[in-house]
């Protein structure tokens, strides 16, 4: 025990003796630790570039994940614009309900079935046969199952319909949007109408003002100025100076396109709105004015027509069936008995006239005449 200590003294020495003494290792010994430490780094390297490769894949990799799930699921979205996407989330909310209704009845009907088995086992003491527990083992089974699929298609139909939804509840915002802005700009309109219509008023009472006055006088005589400044403009002393004045004017003009582009369209408008008010005569114009405030007269209209036509083509077939069925005589007969009945209109007539012109007392007409007499 006493020669312990000192021997783990002289191995700690032995020890820590190369290291603080900071003895050199032989050539051979310092090039492979050189050639340990160059490999050491080179692995280092190797798996950090491993590392970030594999990083690199892995994100790589999430991201085509994410774009097939994104691809899947747009594939598996149906045309949501307009009534088709309010039509299949009706769709699938029907079914959904049909399928709850249906699984709520079943779970209802085995809840009741095992409320049963256990009053058999518990108050009766009755023991259920075997097959009883194994429909009822498969009725839970099937409802599972059922609920599974339940959930997985509510699972995949909820972001389709959100996505309706949230489609719908845009186009609400953006409807509501737009009815506040044509709100505003049915105010500024009327204000702009307000305003045109002041002004036209205010032209309407000058062109009247100038209509009272002699307009004929005063076109001449803006025509006479007019001419009166060309002619001073001609007979200037030096022509070349006014030349050069009046293209100098020209070159400091600083014409605005958008402003000219905007006249010339404004302009070809009025232009346009001139010309299709200058069509049509105005015998048209009133016939069409006329019509247009429905002055004409009240006739029936085509419902009246129709049913002229109609009572006309029932007494027609009501002619011709008395015809054939010799309730009523042909048209030549009834030309005879026509004829018939002017010639003794006539007999009358002369008979009334004098007895020198009437007939010889032999004749029919004449013994009838005297009998009448």
């Not at 149906?78 to 399928?99: F, H, T, W």
């Amino acid at each position: 025990m006493a020669s312990a200590p000192p021997v783990v003294s002289s191995g700690l020495d032995g020890m820590r003796s190369p290291l603080g003494l900071g003895k050199r290792l032989p050539a051979g010994q310092q090039g492979e630790l050189q050639s340990l430490r160059r490999d050491l780094a080179v692995i280092r390297q190797t798996y950090a570039n491993f590392q970030s490769e594999v990083q690199t894949s892995m994100s790589a990799l999430r991201q085509k994940a994410a774009n097939v799930k994104e691809v899947a699921a747009k594939a598996v979205i149906p045309d949501i614009e307009g009534d088709a996407g309010y039509s299949y989330v009706a769709s699938g909310r029907k079914q959904l309900n049909s399928d709850s209704d249906r699984l709520v009845g079943k779970v209802d009907d085995l809840q009741d079935l095992v409320e049963d088995l256990r009053k058999d086992v518990v108050h009766r003491g009755v023991r259920p046969l075997p097959r009883q527990l194994e429909g009822v083992s498969k009725e839970i089974g099937g409802l599972t199952k059922e609920l599974k699929k339940m959930e997985d298609y509510m699972i995949q139909e909820k972001p389709i319909w959100t996505k309706i939804w949230e489609k719908e509840l845009e186009d609400v915002c953006q409807g509501r949007d737009e009815l506040r802005l044509m709100e505003d700009l049915l105010v500024d309109l009327r204000d702009d109408l307000e305003k045109a219509s002041e002004t036209f008023v205010l032209v309407e009472q000058a062109t009247k003002e100038q209509m009272k006055d002699n307009g004929t006088n005063a076109s001449a005589g803006s025509a006479r100025q007019f001419s009166r400044g060309l002619n001073s403009l001609g007979n200037s002393l030096d022509q070349n100076a006014a030349k050069e004045g009046v293209l100098g004017e020209v070159r400091a003009l600083q014409p605005n396109h958008e402003d000219r582009l905007e006249a010339i369209e404004r302009a070809e408008k009025l232009r346009q709105k001139e010309l299709a008010s200058r069509k049509g005569n105005p015998l048209h114009r009133e016939i069409k004015d006329f019509v247009k405030e429905g002055k004409l007269k009240k006739s029936g209209g085509f419902e009246e027509v129709e049913r002229q036509r109609l009572l006309k083509d029932e007494r027609i077939r009501r002619e011709v069936w008395e015809r054939q069925n010799g309730y009523i005589p042909e048209e030549g007969e009834e030309y005879e008995e026509y004829e018939e009945y002017e010639e003794e209109e006539d007999g009358a007539q002369q008979e009334e006239g004098g007895g020198e012109e009437a007939p010889a007392a032999g004749t029919p007409d004449g013994t009838a005449a005297q009998e009448a007499k």
